[in-house]
């Protein structure tokens, strides 16, 4: 099984900008289907973006124009560029690795095999 190390969250000020990155290690990194989930406090874990192990993106509506999902297979890291951050963004921040899934269910929290520790983002008007 993968494991799943998240860095790059942080302070910042809405408006700013955050670069997150998940290094894996322990697996076929370019088998995996990486997502990136979101968790504040008193709700549930959202989708917020995924690659899938053949370089298709999706990205959940309330980021699309902000956020952008990227993999470096040579390096076994994804990304998650944050721009334009909202005090709304404010969550915990998780890194996912799934095999090999499609877009259509990389959406889903549980179709994915492992999960990091997460990274907190805080976005402050």
């Known amino acids: 099984q993968v494991q799943l190390v998240e860095s790059g969250g942080g302070l910042v000020q809405a408006g700013g900008s955050l670069r997150l990155s998940c290094a894996a290690s322990?697996?076929?990194?370019?088998?995996?289907?990486m997502g990136w989930f979101r968790q504040a406090p008193t709700k549930e874990r959202q989708f917020v973006a995924a690659?899938?192990?053949?370089?298709?993106?999706t990205h959940t509506d309330s980021v699309k124009g902000r956020f952008t999902i990227s993999r470096d297979n040579a390096k076994n890291t994804v990304y998650l560029q944050m721009n334009s951050l909202k005090p709304e963004d404010t969550a915990v921040y998780y890194c996912?690795?799934?095999?090999?899934?499609?877009?259509?269910?990389?959406?889903?929290?549980?179709?994915?095999?492992?999960w990091g520790q997460g990274t907190q983002v805080t976005v402050s008007s």
């Open positions: 322990g697996g076929t990194f370019n088998r995996y289907t």
């Open positions: 996912a690795a799934g095999n090999a899934l499609y877009s259509y269910s990389a959406t889903t929290p549980g179709r994915y095999d492992s």
């Open positions: 690659i899938t192990w053949i370089g298709t993106t």
